[in-house]
């Protein structure tokens, strides 16, 4: 199995051991770029904090401390497409 195999269906920001969906949470697609497949839980977000989301990544083209940026498709869309990668903070 690959990385990006390895990836799908799992939880952004979750701890390895607890990385699947729970049933009480609402989760978003990350739709391309380097975190495409993984879920990302947007349980208390409204859909103006989903119009554009900075996820850190250290797989994304500024490597470690990068960010990916996704978006809403649109509202009560649960896919979030990648719209690129941007330094992390300096």
């Given at each position: 199995?690959?990385?990006?195999?390895?990836?799908?269906?799992?939880?952004?920001?979750?701890?390895h051991?607890?990385?699947?969906?729970?049933?009480?949470?609402?989760?978003?697609?990350?739709?391309?770029?380097?975190?495409?497949?993984l879920?990302?839980?947007?349980?208390?977000?409204?859909?103006?904090?989903?119009?554009?989301?900075?996820?850190?990544?250290?797989?994304?083209?500024?490597?470690?401390?990068?960010?990916?940026?996704?978006?809403?498709r649109?509202?009560?869309?649960?896919?979030?497409?990648?719209?690129?990668?941007?330094?992390?903070?300096?």
């Amino acid at each position: 199995m690959d990385e990006v195999e390895f990836l799908r269906g799992r939880v952004y920001g979750a701890d390895h051991e607890d990385a699947g969906p729970r049933p009480d949470r609402v989760y978003a697609h990350l739709v391309g770029g380097p975190l495409d497949g993984l879920l990302l839980d947007v349980t208390d977000r409204s859909d103006r904090e989903l119009r554009e989301v900075a996820l850190t990544t250290e797989i994304g083209r500024y490597g470690p401390g990068g960010r990916a940026l996704y978006g809403r498709r649109g509202t009560g869309d649960n896919r979030l497409d990648w719209r690129g990668d941007t330094p992390g903070a300096p």
